[in-house]
């Protein structure tokens, strides 16, 4: 898929995927636009937290990366474990994936986390000069959204009707999935 937007994967995306909504198979709709990529520690921590058999066969559809032989990779986990210790090493693994392997190579990607101290923390990385040195670069951009982002993209691209987003909404509402009366009208909205 030459041309595609890569979304790399925390868990919180591939569990409202798999566990909260079941009216859509979500991760088979966002492959008709996207290449879904996940890290290898997502992936096993996906497998420790929910069925295997279910979490396996969303894994079909998600390319996983295994970046643990890069001294660079692992040099820079360790310092963002010890840095954000609140952050779990899935989220940390993902976000390293997106910067080494697309941000830093200027592919296009986005970074799915609905994690919020992921994403205060993402700010206070890219300011963080120590890391800056580790990493042998400045982070000028770094592209990241959530679960309700993707969803409203799939569905202003036509790969969600009204239906779907009644019935997907509906799913979230009813699970574990945190929806703020502000993300359900951003996402009933159409424009």
């Given amino acids: 898929m030459e041309n595609v937007t890569t979304k790399i994967l925390d868990n919180t995306f591939i569990s409202a995927c798999v566990i909260d909504i079941n009216s859509k198979d979500l991760i088979k709709v ?111 951009n770094f592209n990241y959204s959530g679960t309700i982002g993707i969803i409203k993209r799939l569905s202003m691209g036509k790969l969600l009707d009204t239906d779907d987003l009644k019935q997907i909404i509906n799913d979230l509402e009813n699970g574990s999935f945190y929806l703020s009366p502000a993300l359900i009208e951003y996402l009933r909205n159409e424009s």
């Fill in 30 to 140: 966002c492959n008709k636009k996207y290449s879904l990529v996940a890290s290898h520690v997502v992936y096993k921590e996906s497998l420790d937290y929910s069925d295997k058999e279910l979490m396996n066969k969303c894994y079909e559809k998600i390319i996983i990366v295994d970046m643990t032989n890069s001294e660079k990779y692992n040099e820079l986990l360790e310092y963002l474990k010890n840095r954000f210790p609140n952050l779990h090493e899935g989220e940390l693994s993902a976000f390293l994936v997106a910067l080494l392997g697309y941000e830093l190579k200027g592919k296009s990607y986005y970074y799915i986390t609905d994690d919020q101290r992921m994403r205060i923390s993402i700010q206070k990385i890219k300011q963080d000069k120590l890391f800056i040195q580790k990493l042998g670069a400045a982070i000028s």
